[in-house]
C-alpha cells in the first residue's frame, strides 16, 4: 500500500474495509485544514484515489457532510465546500446562542452533583491534551461541542439541544477563525462555566456563559477584520 500526496501532505489511504464513519472523518480533516479550501468543488473520484476507497463510501460521507453544513451538492455541478460565514451570519449565529445557552448553563447548575461531573472531566482533559502538546483545532473543536452539548443536555431540554446542534456552530467557527491565540481564553472560558455548575452556582453558571459567548463573538469578528477571505 503506497502513500498518496492529498495538498502538501502525506496520507496513507484507507482500505476498503474502512468504515463511512473513518471515511467521513478524512475528508472533514481535508476540509477544516483547508486542504480543500472553502468554495471548492470536492470529486468524488479524485477522493477515492487519493483515499485509497471506493466511490460508495465517499459518496456516503459527502452526504452526511451535507448534512453538517460543510458541503453542499448542486445540480448537474456535485459536491463543494461551503463558503466561509460572513460577518452577518456569525453576528445571527451568536445571537441565537445567547439566548439558549445562557438559559441551559444556569439550568444545568441545578442538576445532581454526579450529573455534571462528566462536565468537569471533559474540560479537564481536553486542557491536559492541549498541555501536552497533542490537541490540534479540530480536537479543540469537537472538544467545543461536546462542551456545549453536554450543557445544554444537563439542562433537559432536548429542543434546544437540537437546536443547537443543528446550527453545527464548532465546525464552521473554528473553520472559520481559528487560530493558536484562540485557544487559551477558550479553556479558561470553559473552565469558569464548568466551575460554576459543578458548584451549584445558577447565576454564575449564566453569567459565565454570556460573558463565553461574548467575547468568543468578538474574537472571531475581529480576526475576520484582519482576514482577506472574509
Not at 446542534?165 to 484562540?182: D, E, I, K, N
Amino acid at each position: 500500500m503506497t502513500d498518496q500526496r492529498i495538498g502538501d501532505r502525506i496520507r496513507v489511504p484507507i482500505t476498503r474495509s474502512t468504515l463511512v464513519p473513518e471515511v467521513r472523518d478524512a475528508i472533514e480533516s481535508l476540509i477544516m485544514d483547508g486542504v480543500i479550501p472553502p468554495g471548492t468543488r470536492v470529486g468524488m473520484e479524485a477522493l477515492a484515489r487519493e483515499l485509497g476507497t471506493s466511490p460508495t463510501p465517499i459518496r456516503e460521507a459527502l452526504a452526511s457532510l451535507e448534512s453538517a453544513g460543510l458541503v453542499v451538492k448542486e445540480s448537474l455541478k456535485g459536491y463543494s465546500t461551503t463558503p466561509l460565514m460572513t460577518r452577518a451570519e456569525v453576528e445571527d449565529m451568536f445571537r441565537f446562542r445567547l439566548l439558549i445557552e445562557p438559559w441551559a448553563a444556569e439550568t444545568a447548575a441545578r442538576a445532581d452533583p454526579e450529573q455534571t461531573a462528566p462536565l468537569t472531566t471533559e474540560v479537564a482533559s481536553a486542557l491536559a491534551a492541549a498541555g501536552d502538546g497533542e490537541a490540534n483545532y479540530r480536537d479543540i473543536a469537537r472538544h467545543d461541542a461536546r462542551f456545549h452539548d453536554m450543557i445544554t443536555e444537563l439542562a433537559g431540554s432536548d429542543h434546544v439541544r437540537q437546536a443547537l446542534a443543528r446550527t453545527h456552530c464548532h465546525l464552521h467557527l473554528f473553520r472559520l477563525s481559528y487560530g493558536p491565540v484562540m485557544a487559551a481564553p477558550t479553556f479558561a472560558e470553559h473552565r469558569r462555566i464548568a466551575e460554576s455548575i459543578a458548584e451549584g452556582r445558577p447565576d454564575l453558571a449564566k453569567a459565565a456563559m454570556v460573558d463565553h459567548l461574548t467575547t468568543a463573538r468578538d474574537r472571531i469578528l475581529k480576526s475576520m477584520s484582519s482576514d482577506p477571505r472574509t
